[in-house]
């Protein structure tokens, strides 16, 4: 039941190589000079896969035109073909059309000796209105409870101590994996409430070295479940400071983002949701919210640089909100909540 993404195999070397070569040196170039500014690899791979995709179809619809000539109709018929041909969401055609828009930037701002009247157009095609194509999974307490019981009640430490690192910390699923068990030693809690990890924790950012921020984790709901999965890691014999492990061909090695994926979807089976990791940092978020904490605190403990996600990740339903503050005497007095109440 994990979320899945529709994809299509749509840039073969057979047609790469029909591809007009002015075209692969307009990519080229717009690669180099995304790496020159230091953007994520991530980033760079993607308008690299996003361009190509439109190179093959420009070869098979539209005369294999040089990028430089592209019309608002050419815009307009690529869209079209996003949408009915490939069926892509709207968030999809977005993404593609932005590939496209930043490789047009690129050439009016950086080539425009050699294309001095080149305008970027993309954007004169209006996007498709956007749409939520997968129904958000809002985790209650009961079944955040359910699943931790059931893993640990079946001696599955280690995913009940995943699972418990991601409602404690809100982190990314890459992030979960760059904490290490030094971390959660006595001296880096914080307030008796958090760990705080004693070294910066590369997290999503600009940059090919993303964004390097402290993490902080609920000793409460985390600390339970670390404990029972370190007492198991001795019994397997499992030494090395990586937190998450995976066993291959008889040998213990630390877990990738792959082996999380594969928890993932038996975290769905359990509780038959669609379960994924990042409704972990909504619900995280969403408990810090609920208890009062204010809204710069939550900023900070995320890592945010904005409290404007703040509202975008707190899923609590408006009338619950309102009964915090209202009740038939009127409006409420108040009680916010510590981090060690969490």
């Not at 717009?30 to 070869?59: A, H, M, R, V």
């Not at 209006?126 to 409870?145: C, F, G, N, W, Y």
Request: glycine share 4%.
């Amino acid at each position: 039941m994990a979320r899945k993404t529709v994809q299509h195999n749509i840039v073969t070397s057979e047609l790469w190589d029909k591809v007009l070569d002015k075209n692969k040196t307009l990519l080229r170039d717009f690669i180099e000079y995304c790496q020159s500014k230091d953007l994520s690899p991530k980033t760079i791979n993607g308008y690299k896969n996003d361009i190509e995709i439109c190179w093959i179809w420009n070869l098979q619809n539209n005369d294999n035109r040089f990028f430089i000539d592209f019309t608002k109709k050419d815009i307009m018929r690529y869209q079209n073909w996003m949408l009915n041909g490939l069926g892509n969401s709207s968030n999809r055609i977005r993404r593609m059309k932005s590939a496209i828009s930043s490789l047009s930037n690129f050439i009016e701002s950086m080539l425009d000796e050699e294309y001095p009247n080149f305008r970027n157009i993309v954007n004169k095609i209006p996007a498709p209105p956007k749409q939520d194509v997968r129904e958000k999974t809002i985790l209650s307490d009961e079944q955040v409870d359910k699943l931790l019981n059931y893993l640990v009640d079946n001696k599955k430490y280690q995913h009940a101590c995943a699972v418990a690192l991601a409602v404690a910390s809100g982190a990314r699923k890459s992030e979960l994996l760059r904490f290490k068990t030094s971390y959660f030693a006595e001296e880096n809690i914080i307030y008796n409430a958090l760990y705080k990890t004693p070294e910066k924790i590369k997290t999503k950012g600009r940059g090919s070295k993303g964004k390097m921020i402290y993490r902080y984790v609920l000793v409460n709901k985390f600390k339970p479940y670390f404990d029972l999965w370190m007492d198991q890691r001795k019994e397997l014999g499992i030494e090395g400071e990586e937190l998450f492990w995976n066993k291959r061909n008889g040998v213990w090695k630390p877990s990738g983002v792959s082996t999380l994926n594969s928890w993932a979807n038996t975290f769905s089976q359990i509780l038959g949701i669609d379960w994924y990791w990042h409704c972990n940092r909504h619900y995280f978020t969403t408990a810090l919210c609920k208890a009062n904490i204010p809204a710069d605190v939550i900023k900070d403990i995320v890592g945010w640089e904005s409290t404007n996600m703040v509202s975008l990740y707190n899923d609590t339903e408006i009338d619950e909100e309102l009964a915090k503050y209202f009740n038939e005497d009127g409006i409420k007095q108040v009680e916010n909540k510590t981090l060690s109440d969490l």
